[in-house]
């Protein structure tokens, strides 16, 4: 925690351009460009101002912001989501696209705005001409300054005191952090204690309507290959630019339904690997030269579930996850590109680990891989194969990694509290640091010169009401400028529940649907928003996963009354959890287990500790039939439906469907009251078809253009609806920006 000392007089009374607004102090008045009066906020959100101007664009964590500005108070955790949400309506910030305030998920906010005086005098004291770390710089600093924040109320000692078992709980992590053995912390550990790292500014070298994703530097850095759809086409093509905003060149060309997907650079810059997938038919593996020309196939995919993959280090082959390939067997696998054989690499794999995302080490000597989400680490074997080694215990959902030149550190994006971030990690060391980059996936580092690419996803979801009918039309419900992900209804079909970050950050949003002015935010937890919380059959409560004031973990929430409590699983990796139809004594929790691998556990809620009755290893998510008296559930990596009964049974577990839902549309389906099973897939011509398991047929084309959300959807307890996530809005860019390499250690060579 950072304590600062008391704000100059200055500060207090001093007017301020805070981006395109002004700011006077003393009054607590923020005037935003258009708007027709100031907009007052409270001395507690000014005093939230304060504290973050004086921090200078970096990250203020809640705790700090807590001890700063409600010094010898006991306030509620809410308290600063409330100041943020009014500064960020003085400033008339876009919700979607923030100018001023950023959002840290699981630590705090940061001001992405320019500071000036206004005052007759010129700068304040402190001033400094300097860009806000972290931020995009689109034109040069102004007179900016960082003074301190609000006055720290209380007893000094008491302070002093709290700074010093601070810098003790600093040294022990440090000391902590030095074991080889167990290099990086824990998920929930890692999030409390990164920092974020000091880098330089990035910049979109992208910005065409649409999505841009799955960059790929070329070794100099020079270009930067992706995925995009061309203009007036089909299906996406691999892309390919300079590292400055400069026209694109479309390098591949699909034909047909087919899209191009995954492009890697060779080792030596001279030609770029991509997959061609036509859905529901092929998968090939193609490879082009990179100054463009005639394109290669050199081997085939699984169409349902496309591989991931990488070039090998001597550039004659390429390494490939453990799923989505031809050939038998388990693990990852080589492709000699001369002879177009494939080799399994022994090293010890089960069928139920899932190893994606390999990439060899700089020096070659190791093959470093993902293995299993969303509670997944990094893993590595010697290039030739051998004993799989645990590298990270981050526990985290890994969504693209790459290795930094030195060998020594890795980047990866990391999805936490239902938003991505990159964080650096140091493979010796296990320290952690938080890049400040929201919204960032699929990092890719150049391979002989410090520089990173990544996608900024910035998509956008709207609640939709739609009628089975397809007479009933589609209504937006609850609108707003925020981001809204898994609607569920009760059984009673009167309330439903959807997560949202309209209110700053994600949260858990109630309401009664014949009374939308009833919304709320039920304060005090921010859920994950991997699966849709779940109801109790008499819809008075709802299992939620989420970091609540007790950590992360399994709640119990009871909408009505705001109630949020902790349960007492025995799980700490939990992913979701379910109710079972009549049974208040019995939950089924979906968790990772040994090695992250997701195991579905049935247990006795009144016991204590929990007891554990039953468990159904390598599953990914879990539904219940009521109808059916039975759990439905799919697995990582693999397409299909399975089956067994509410105990559990071994005997009673089959599977339903080999290939429904596919790999990439797994949370992607939902159980009617009746037992009938739904999912979402794309169509030529269809964005969001409905389908019915069992029936050849489109049930409903939901949208022609937009997407459904990823994550589930609800159906009416009267099977004649379905409440389901629409893209309002796709957007997607590609960042660039140089990278600082850490310092030789002590004594190397």
Same mark, same amino acid.
């Given at each position: 925690?950072?304590?600062?000392?008391?704000?100059?007089?200055?500060?207090?009374?001093?007017?301020?351009?805070?981006?395109?607004?002004?700011?006077?102090?003393?009054?607590?008045?923020?005037?935003?460009?258009?708007?027709?009066?100031?907009?007052?906020?409270?001395?507690?959100?000014?005093?939230?101002?304060?504290?973050?101007?004086?921090?200078?664009?970096?990250?203020?964590?809640?705790?700090?912001?807590?001890?700063?500005?409600?010094?010898?108070?006991?306030?509620?955790?809410?308290?600063?989501?409330?100041?943020?949400?009014?500064?960020?309506?003085?400033?008339?910030?876009?919700?979607?696209?923030?100018?001023?305030?950023?959002?840290?998920?699981?630590?705090?906010?940061?001001?992405?705005?320019?500071?000036?005086?206004?005052?007759?005098?010129?700068?304040?004291?402190?001033?400094?001409?300097?860009?806000?770390?972290?931020?995009?710089?689109?034109?040069?600093?102004?007179?900016?300054?960082?003074?301190?924040?609000?006055?720290?109320?209380?007893?000094?000692?008491?302070?002093?005191?709290?700074?010093?078992?601070?810098?003790?709980?600093?040294?022990?992590?440090?000391?902590?952090?030095?074991?080889?053995?167990?290099?990086?912390?824990?998920?929930?550990?890692?999030?409390?204690?990164?920092?974020?790292?000091?880098?330089?500014?990035?910049?979109?070298?992208?910005?065409?309507?649409?999505?841009?994703?799955?960059?790929?530097?070329?070794?100099?850095?020079?270009?930067?290959?992706?995925?995009?759809?061309?203009?007036?086409?089909?299906?996406?093509?691999?892309?390919?630019?300079?590292?400055?905003?400069?026209?694109?060149?479309?390098?591949?060309?699909?034909?047909?339904?087919?899209?191009?997907?995954?492009?890697?650079?060779?080792?030596?810059?001279?030609?770029?690997?991509?997959?061609?997938?036509?859905?529901?038919?092929?998968?090939?593996?193609?490879?082009?030269?990179?100054?463009?020309?005639?394109?290669?196939?050199?081997?085939?995919?699984?169409?349902?579930?496309?591989?991931?993959?990488?070039?090998?280090?001597?550039?004659?082959?390429?390494?490939?996850?453990?799923?989505?390939?031809?050939? =038998?067997?388990?693990?990852?696998?080589?492709?000699?590109?001369?002879?177009?054989?494939?080799?399994?690499?022994?090293?010890?794999?089960?069928?139920?680990?899932?190893?994606?995302?390999?990439?060899?080490?700089?020096?070659?000597?190791?093959?470093?891989?993902?293995?299993?989400?969303?509670?997944?680490?990094?893993?590595?074997?010697?290039?030739?194969?051998?004993?799989?080694?645990?590298?990270?215990?981050?526990?985290?959902?890994?969504?693209?990694?790459?290795?930094?030149?030195?060998?020594?550190?890795?980047?990866?994006?990391?999805?936490?509290?239902?938003?991505?971030?990159?964080?650096?990690?140091?493979?010796?060391?296990?320290?952690?640091?938080?890049?400040?980059?929201?919204?960032?996936?699929?990092?890719?580092?150049?391979?002989?010169?410090?520089?990173?690419?990544?996608?900024?996803?910035?998509?956008?979801?709207?609640?939709?009401?739609?009628?089975?009918?397809?007479?009933?039309?589609?209504?937006?419900?609850?609108?707003?400028?925020?981001?809204?992900?898994?609607?569920?209804?009760?059984?009673?079909?009167?309330?439903?529940?959807?997560?949202?970050?309209?209110?700053?950050?994600?949260?858990?949003?109630?309401?009664?649907?014949?009374?939308?002015?009833?919304?709320?935010?039920?304060?005090?937890?921010?859920?994950?928003?991997?699966?849709?919380?779940?109801?109790?059959?008499?819809?008075?409560?709802?299992?939620?996963?989420?970091?609540?004031?007790?950590?992360?973990?399994?709640?119990?929430?009871?909408?009505?009354?705001?109630?949020?409590?902790?349960?007492?699983?025995?799980?700490?990796?939990?992913?979701?959890?379910?109710?079972?139809?009549?049974?208040?004594?019995?939950?089924?929790?979906?968790?990772?287990?040994?090695?992250?691998?997701?195991?579905?556990?049935?247990?006795?809620?009144?016991?204590?500790?929990?007891?554990?009755?039953?468990?159904?290893?390598?599953?990914?998510?879990?539904?219940?039939?009521?109808?059916?008296?039975?759990?439905?559930?799919?697995?990582?990596?693999?397409? =299909?439906?399975?089956?067994?009964?509410?105990?559990?049974?071994?005997?009673?577990?089959?599977?339903?469907?080999?290939?429904?839902?596919?790999?990439?549309?797994?949370?992607?389906?939902?159980?009617?009251?009746?037992?009938?099973?739904?999912?979402?897939?794309?169509?030529?011509?269809?964005?969001?078809?409905?389908?019915?398991?069992?029936?050849?047929?489109?049930?409903?084309?939901?949208?022609?253009?937009?997407?459904?959300?990823?994550?589930?959807?609800?159906?009416?307890?009267?099977?004649?609806?379905?409440?389901?996530?629409?893209?309002?809005?796709?957007?997607?860019?590609?960042?660039?920006?140089?990278?600082?390499?850490?310092?030789?250690?002590?004594?190397?060579?």
């Amino acid at each position: 925690m950072s304590i600062s000392s008391p704000p100059p007089p200055s500060l207090l009374s001093a007017r301020l351009r805070v981006g395109e607004c002004t700011v006077d102090m003393s009054l607590r008045e923020i005037h935003a460009p258009g708007a027709r009066r100031a907009r007052r906020v409270t001395p507690k959100a000014i005093g939230v101002l304060a504290a973050l101007i004086e921090h200078g664009g970096r990250v203020v964590s809640r705790e700090a912001l807590l001890a700063q500005v409600w010094a010898g108070t006991m306030p509620t955790d809410d308290v600063v989501t409330q100041a943020i949400t009014q500064l960020r309506k003085g400033f008339d910030d876009e919700r979607g696209n923030p100018h001023y305030i950023e959002t840290i998920a699981k630590y705090g906010y940061r001001l992405l705005a320019s500071v000036e005086s206004l005052d007759d005098a010129g700068a304040m004291p402190d001033a400094a001409a300097h860009p806000l770390e972290g931020a995009v710089a689109t034109e040069p600093a102004r007179a900016r300054y960082a003074p301190a924040p609000v006055d720290i109320r209380g007893d000094w000692r008491g302070i002093l005191a709290a700074v010093v078992a601070v810098g003790l709980l600093f040294g022990l992590v440090l000391l902590w952090s030095f074991r080889r053995d167990e290099p990086v912390a824990s998920r929930h550990a890692a999030a409390a204690s990164a920092r974020p790292a000091a880098t330089a500014s990035y910049r979109l070298i992208t910005s065409v309507p649409g999505i841009e994703s799955s960059p790929s530097l070329s070794p100099d850095a020079a270009l930067v290959a992706y995925v995009a759809t061309p203009t007036g086409g089909r299906g996406s093509a691999i892309m390919l630019q300079t590292t400055d905003p400069s026209t694109p060149r479309q390098l591949s060309h699909p034909e047909g339904d087919a899209w191009d997907s995954a492009p890697a650079w060779s080792p030596n810059g001279r030609e770029i690997a991509f997959l061609r997938v036509e859905p529901g038919r092929a998968c090939r593996v193609m490879v082009l030269p990179s100054n463009g020309g005639t394109e290669r196939s050199v081997g085939e995919c699984d169409p349902r579930n496309p591989p991931s993959f990488d070039w090998t280090f001597d550039g004659r082959g390429l390494v490939f996850g453990s799923r989505g390939t031809p050939t =038998g067997g388990v693990g990852l696998r080589l492709l000699d590109l001369a002879s177009g054989e494939w080799r399994l690499l022994d090293y010890g794999a089960t069928a139920a680990d899932v190893d994606f995302a390999p990439h060899y080490s700089p020096d070659g000597r190791w093959i470093v891989f993902v293995r299993n989400t969303p509670v997944g680490d990094l893993y590595r074997i010697p290039s030739t194969g051998g004993t799989a080694q645990r590298l990270t215990r981050l526990h985290a959902d890994i969504r693209g990694w790459d290795w930094m030149p030195d060998g020594r550190s890795i980047v990866l994006s990391r999805w936490s509290g239902s938003e991505s971030r990159l964080l650096q990690v140091d493979l010796d060391s296990g320290l952690t640091q938080d890049m400040g980059i929201p919204d960032a996936i699929e990092p890719t580092i150049a391979a002989r010169v410090p520089a990173m690419a990544f996608s900024e996803s910035r998509s956008f979801f709207g609640i939709h009401h739609v009628a089975l009918d397809g007479k009933g039309g589609i209504d937006r419900m609850y609108p707003s400028s925020g981001r809204d992900r898994l609607p569920v209804i009760a059984p009673d079909a009167r309330q439903m529940v959807f997560t949202s970050d309209r209110s700053g950050e994600f949260g858990l949003w109630w309401a009664q649907l014949d009374r939308p002015e009833s919304l709320r935010l039920v304060n005090g937890l921010r859920p994950e928003s991997w699966h849709p919380p779940d109801w109790s059959q008499d819809s008075r409560r709802l299992l939620v996963v989420g970091d609540g004031e007790t950590g992360f973990g399994l709640y119990e929430v009871t909408p009505a009354s705001g109630q949020v409590v902790r349960l007492p699983s025995p799980m700490s990796d939990v992913v979701q959890a379910l109710y079972l139809p009549g049974d208040d004594a019995r939950v089924l929790v979906v968790a990772g287990g040994e090695e992250g691998r997701l195991q579905l556990q049935l247990f006795n809620r009144r016991t204590r500790p929990w007891q554990r009755l039953a468990v159904i290893p390598d599953v990914a998510v879990a539904r219940v039939d009521g109808a059916g008296r039975r759990v439905l559930f799919t697995r990582p990596g693999r397409p =299909g439906l399975w089956a067994a009964d509410l105990a559990l049974s071994p005997a009673s577990v089959r599977q339903i469907d080999p290939q429904v839902p596919e790999v990439a549309r797994y949370r992607a389906w939902a159980v009617a009251s009746d037992g009938r099973i739904y999912y979402f897939e794309r169509q030529p011509g269809c964005a969001s078809a409905l389908r019915r398991l069992g029936d050849p047929k489109t049930l409903l084309c939901v949208d022609r253009n937009r997407r459904n959300g990823p994550s589930g959807f609800s159906l009416a307890p009267r099977n004649d609806a379905i409440y389901v996530t629409l893209s309002l809005w796709d957007g997607g860019d590609i960042g660039f920006m140089p990278l600082a390499m850490a310092p030789e250690p002590v004594g190397s060579q």
